[in-house]
């Protein structure tokens, strides 16, 4: 798959802090359809931005 590098990029930085997200989430509890649902959601955008932020050239040393 070839994306362009800002594209790339994006996908790559939003992998990486995305998880900081999921602390909020996590601490006010998945009691709901609403809160697991979101919960669900970050995780699916979570996995599409390693896809694409997989190449990444900036990455690499």
């Given amino acids: ?3 362009s590098p800002s594209v790339t990029a994006v996908g790559f930085w939003l992998g990486t802090f995305l998880p900081v997200v999921y602390l909020p989430v996590i601490v006010a509890g998945i009691d709901s359809m609403s809160r697991l649902s979101l919960f669900v959601g970050l995780l699916l955008v979570h996995v599409l931005a390693l896809v ?3 190449d990444y050239s900036g ?3």
């Fill in 1 to 3: 798959m070839h994306l």
């Fill in 52 to 54: 694409v932020g997989h």
């Fill in 59 to 61: 990455s690499r040393s």
